[in-house]
């Protein structure tokens, strides 16, 4: 079945770079979406990617998208204390699938 | 319009009780959707409406889950018998067409 997997813990200090990663098998959705998650809140739409496109910058933001590989990364530049967060990502045309999330924690 | 907003944000009961949580979608949107997300997992979809029709079901909906979108308009979802099982925080999103979803911050249930 259609799956999505995330490495589950990035530590990086403040200003550099974070760059979380996540793969995923379905390779028929038109978009894929990058989510943002802080404790005790709902999910925040971060940012998404047309599946015919290789890369996407929205500000701090970079989304790498590998279709052969099914790999997408997100990079954020500037790394601030206020990123800290769980981030999701998700495949699907209609229905998404998430994956367990990776857990930034930026150090001052 | 003040986003995808979810009722109530916390609830605590009994096992065995019956529980009621309301999403209000964005007034223009089309589809909602009800996911669960448990500890320290992403959400996992449960069930969607377009408009009035509930479309697709997950196997995680058990006979106990039942969810109705009378109007077209904000959306129930009712748990029958609760189990400690059903703990979890409970995410309403909505969306026109096949856009990007817009989530709620959810509701929590906590069974004891």
């Known amino acids: 079945g259609e799956d999505v997997e995330q490495s589950l813990f990035l530590s990086v200090r403040e200003g550099d770079s974070s760059v979380i990663n996540c793969t995923y098998t379905d390779s028929s959705s038109t978009y894929l979406y990058w989510y943002k998650q802080e404790p005790g809140a709902g999910l925040q739409l971060l940012t998404y990617?047309?599946?015919?496109?290789d890369m996407k910058q929205d500000q701090r933001l970079t989304v790498l998208l590998n279709k052969k590989d099914k790999h997408l990364s997100l990079r954020i530049a500037d790394t601030q204390t206020g990123d800290s967060a769980i981030y999701f990502c998700a495949d699907g045309e209609n229905k998404l699938i998430f994956g367990s999330g990776t857990r930034l924690l930026v150090r001052p | 319009d003040t986003g995808v907003s979810q009722n109530p944000r916390h609830k605590i009961t009994k096992r065995g009780q019956n529980v009621t949580f309301r999403c209000d979608p964005i007034s223009e949107h089309n589809r909602l959707y009800w996911y669960r997300q448990t500890l320290g997992q992403g959400p996992e979809f449960l069930t969607y409406?377009?408009?009035?029709?509930?479309l697709e079901k997950s196997r995680l909906l058990s006979d106990r889950f039942s969810a109705e979108r009378p109007k077209g308009s904000f959306s129930t979802l009712e748990i029958q018998r609760t189990e400690q099982g059903d703990s979890a925080m409970y995410l309403c999103a909505s969306t026109w067409g096949q856009g990007a979803k817009t989530f709620g911050s959810g509701t929590r249930l906590t069974v004891v």
């Open positions: 409406f377009q408009n009035e029709a509930q």
């Open positions: 990617i047309f599946s015919n496109m």
